[in-house]
Nanobody, 114 residues
Framework: QVQLVESGGGLAQPGGSLRLSCEAS????????IEWYRQAPRKQREWVAA????????RYADSVKGRFTVSRDAGSNTVNLQMNSLKTEDSAVYYC???????WGQGTQVSVSA
């Protein structure tokens, strides 16, 4: 079993920043991908970014490239998503997920509004 607990999120103004964290616990391999997804009302869930916890390799959706940064805390199973230059279209519930698994976080709301 794996548990994913997200924190962070909240309300920001356009151009502002927010930071999300995802702490993973349970039976994890030494190298795995943590992915971030988001889902806005009446839209499909969208893949945002991913990081390989083992080698630190990262990937981003074009919509967030250059604005979002995914990182991992050394020596822990915590992954962060730093979101800068936020836009109103970034508003969504954000989820972390272990790639190719059924394990998802509970989601955290990000709202970007003036």
């Amino acid at each position: 079993q794996v548990q994913l607990v997200e924190s962070g999120g909240g309300l920001a103004q356009p151009g502002g920043s927010l930071r999300l964290s995802c702490e993973a616990s349970g039976q994890l391999f030494s190298a795995y991908d943590i992915e971030w997804y988001r889902q806005a009302p009446r839209k499909q869930r969208e893949w945002v970014a991913a990081i390989n916890v083992g080698d630190g390799g990262t990937r981003y959706a074009d919509s967030v490239k250059g604005r979002f940064t995914v990182s991992r805390d050394a020596g822990s199973n915590t992954v962060n998503l730093q979101m800068n230059s936020l836009k109103t279209e970034d508003s969504a519930v954000y989820y972390c997920h272990v790639k190719n698994s059924r394990w998802w976080g509970q989601g955290t709301q990000v709202s970007v509004s003036a």
